[in-house]
């Protein structure tokens, strides 16, 4: 798989533990990367740029669902 920016960039949930248990589910461009982690330094690099990303957005997801989407109240007494 040619790794052009928007593909090295797309959303791969590649943080979770136990990864190799659920790879076949994932888009092919995790699945590649996962499998080719080991074959050069290239490709070791978009695997953890895909751990990266996953760790980021999902924390940034989990924020955005706790802060801002459940409902909440103020207390300033």
């Known amino acids: 798989i ?3 920016f928007r593909t090295k960039h797309l959303p791969c949930d590649m943080d979770q533990r136990g990864g190799q248990i659920y790879m076949s589910a994932f888009p092919r461009q ?27 957005f999902g924390q940034y997801h989990e924020r955005l669902k706790r802060y801002e989407l459940e409902p909440h109240s103020y207390d300033y007494n």
């Open 2 to 4: 040619p790794m052009d």
């Open 30 to 56: 995790c699945i590649w990367a996962y499998n080719n982690r080991y074959r050069s330094e290239d490709n070791y690099r978009i695997y953890k740029t895909y751990q990266l990303e996953a760790f980021f």
